[in-house]
């Protein structure tokens, strides 16, 4: 199975560097997919990662954050069948607090324009992938300074911020935001979904 891999806000190509690796040894095709996510936005990303999916062939997404929004967003709008599975890495498909908390610090500019993506969300809609979500557990990060994340986060985005109503399977790892693209559990439990459409219990 071939996938791309989306990063997040202020990362670039290179932050997915040990998540593909893991997934290159327990047998996959990787390719990296990068954007100015401030700059051009999750906007101007959409259109160039169609044309990607249909290019490169791939079958699978795996999105960390906003990566995660900009994968689902895109089949939303430019339905790819070739893509089967999605697994998104402690993305906010629900809304992030933290990003609306900036926005009202005045400090939106960056988020810059990705902003409206990651303070609404995505909707759900039939006739998508199999999506499959991995959330941080561990609370280490900047995101609780701009707004309370109730109950368990990653310390950017809160668990209940993950749940989305469109997923098929759910699980939880013990790592922050950023944790989440360096940890052995969480590169073994995308391995799994990408797999077998279910995660390890």
């Known amino acids: 199975m071939k996938a791309l891999l989306l990063h ?33 936005g999750a906007e101007a990303a959409m259109p160039r990662l169609a044309e990607r999916i249909a290019a490169s062939g791939a079958q699978a ?49 960056a988020l810059g324009r990705s902003a409206g993506l990651l303070c609404r969300g995505v909707p759900v809609w039939d006739g998508r992938p199999a999506v ?25 985005v809160a668990l209940a911020e993950t749940r989305w109503p469109g997923l098929a399977a759910h699980c939880e790892v013990a790592a922050s935001h950023s944790g989440l693209l360096v ?8 391995a799994a979904f990408l797999r077998d459409g279910h995660f390890l219990r």
């Not at 069948?81 to 993305?91: E, F, I, N």
């Not at 992030?96 to 926005?103: D, F, K, M, T, W």
């Not at 561990?138 to 950017?156: I, K």
């Not at 940890?183 to 995308?190: H, I």
Request: aromatic fraction near 10%; glycine fraction near 16%.
């Open 132 to 156: 499959g979500m991995v959330a941080g557990t561990v609370a280490r990060g900047f995101g609780r300074w701009f707004a309370p994340l109730d109950g368990v986060s990653d310390g950017t």
């Open 61 to 109: 997404l795996v999105g960390h954050s906003l990566g995660g929004l900009v994968a689902l967003e895109t089949l939303h709008q430019w339905p790819a069948p070739a893509v089967s599975r999605v697994v998104c890495l402690g993305s906010p498909l629900l809304g992030s607090a933290v990003a609306g908390g900036l926005r009202r610090f005045g400090a939106g500019v």
């Open 8 to 40: 997040g806000l202020w990362n670039s190509r290179h932050w997915l560097a040990p998540l593909a690796w893991r997934l290159r040894r327990a047998g996959f095709e990787v390719e990296l997919f990068g954007y100015a996510s401030l700059f051009a």
């Open 183 to 190: 940890s052995p559990e969480a590169a073994a439990q995308v």
